[in-house]
């Protein structure tokens, strides 16, 4: 059993000009100790798939499917069991740590506020964990920052006093969500070294969640690829990023600004992510993809398992121009 599993997860929101299908038929599996990486453009359904684990969708949304964490069925939790599940297991360390901290509260209040509720620890014993947890994410003089306010602090600092207010439980799982996309390039590696000492040492499960394809190859161990609310393409992040097998993730790389493109051109993806208002019929990727065929317009390509634990939702290998590979590997049973 994984720590997290989720089963053809579908996320529906009623509007006045009818239901919109933000995700659909998400699958996804994250082991203790791994970092799950979850890519794609804004509105791919990324943060909505990460926010449903903790119960957090927006008020009226509709969900199928199952998530089960630690074998519990999440989408069946009552609201208490819910929170405690938020409080306690998992975790979550959005964007900007700035909106995260609250600015008229001290660092230590805001510390140790999880560790009573939660634990039901002492008001020193609180205390005293708390200046551990500033230790372990490295923010210098820490028995000193728990009397400081939020903004004393840097934003990779605020960053690190956000993660350490997500640790403070223990969780077994931390969700972060883009966490690094709004510090600059030398703290955005603190941060993402920081995650990866801290799944190794603690055995915490991890879901990344980035459109950057970048800071997936440094730190994901496998990773997912989404567009217009499905999984589009999965498999272990080296091997997706070296040879990607669905045309919207080579597009990405190739929009990479920067990294190894192998001499290639920078070339932006054309058009805009489809949105659930007005998603194409067929594969919703299909007014986009330099690999469109006709029957791209009315087919929605399935998810296939390819070889080598991989899988991608289009016939054509990006690689090849054709379908050749994975009709081979479909043959095979790869
Ligand atoms: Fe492109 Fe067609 Fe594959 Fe969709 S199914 S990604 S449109 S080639």
């Known amino acids: 059993m994984s720590l997290l599993e989720i089963d053809g997860l579908a996320i529906a929101l009623p509007t006045r000009t009818g239901v919109r299908r933000l995700v659909d038929g998400v699958d996804l599996r994250v082991e203790a100790g791994e970092v799950v990486g979850l890519a794609g453009e ?14 957090l969708l927006p008020h009226g949304a509709q969900t199928g499917g199952q998530i089960r964490f630690d074998g519990r069925d999440v ?16 975790a979550i360390v959005f964007q900007d740590p700035t909106t995260a901290l609250h600015p008229m509260i001290d660092i230590g209040t805001q510390l140790t506020e999880h560790l009573r509720v939660h634990r039901g620890v002492s008001r020193k014993a609180a205390r005293a964990r708390a200046v551990e947890l500033l230790g372990l994410v490295r923010l210098p003089d820490s028995a000193r920052a728990l009397d400081a306010f939020a903004h004393h602090f840097s934003g990779g600092m605020k960053q690190r006093i ?31 070294q920081l995650l990866d000492r801290l799944r190794r040492e603690t055995g915490m499960g991890v879901v990344l969640i980035t459109h950057d394809l970048a800071v997936m190859n440094v730190t994901a161990d496998r990773l997912y690829v989404m567009y217009a609310g499905r999984i589009v393409e999965e498999g272990a992040t080296r091997g997706v990023l ?34 659930p208002e ?42 090849r121009g054709d379908g050749s590979s994975v009709e081979l590997a479909r043959h095979r049973g790869g």
């Open 75 to 90: 989408l069946a939790l009552r609201r208490r069991e819910l929170r405690r599940l938020r409080g306690a297991d998992v």
């Open 278 to 319: 007005a998603r194409p019929a067929g594969c919703p990727f299909h007014p986009r993809c330099v690999h469109a065929r006709p029957e791209c317009s009315s087919r929605v390509p399935e998810l296939v398992t390819l070889a080598g634990g991989r899988a991608a939702a289009c016939p054509v290998d990006p690689l």
């Open 162 to 192: 956000a993660i350490a207010i997500a640790l403070a439980c223990e969780p077994r799982l931390l969700i972060a969500d883009e966490p690094t996309t709004a510090l600059d390039v030398t703290v955005q590696a603190g941060i993402l």
């Open 42 to 55: 804004s509105g791919s359904g990324k943060t909505l798939t990460a926010l449903s684990v903790l119960g």
């Open 242 to 275: 070296d040879s990607p097998r669905h045309p919207y993730t080579r597009a990405l790389l190739d929009a990479l600004p920067e990294g190894d493109r192998h001499g290639r051109p920078l070339l932006p993806i054309p058009g805009e992510p489809a949105t």
